[in-house]
């Protein structure tokens, strides 16, 4: 079992930035992809960035110059840099881990972002 524990969401103004992180506690040993996704009320859920064990990232377009994804497997954590918000990135934000045991969620923080 992997445990994941999402912060650093909030409330910012259009053209602010934010930092998220997520920390993942268990069974670790087996993670290999990490990734964020976002919802928004009334959306589905959308993959946001993924990084995978070599570091490799991938981004939505819409957040792509905007967003770094980075992870510091030492801390089994997962960053998520958000510059140059705009309102419609708010959303709810998750955390999620590819495992050999599974895939695991975290519980989610808000982001919003005020016009």
């Known amino acids: 079992q992997v445990r994941l524990v999402e912060s650093g969401g909030g409330l910012v103004q259009a053209g602010g930035s934010l930092r998220l992180s997520c920390v993942a506690s268990g069974d670790t040993m087996c993670i290999s992809a990490m990734g964020w996704y976002r919802q928004a009320q009334g959306k589905e859920r959308e993959s946001v960035a993924t990084?995978?064990?070599?570091?490799?990232?991938d981004y939505a377009d819409s957040v792509k110059g905007r967003f770094t994804i980075s992870r510091d497997n030492s801390k089994n954590t997962v960053y998520l840099q958000m510059n140059s918000l705009k309102p419609e990135d708010t959303a709810v934000y998750y955390c999620?881990?590819?495992?050999?045991?599974?895939?695991?969620w975290g519980q989610g923080t808000q982001v919003t972002v005020s016009s």
């Open positions: 990084v995978t064990s070599g570091d490799s990232t």
């Open positions: 999620k881990v590819n495992s050999m045991r599974g895939v695991y």
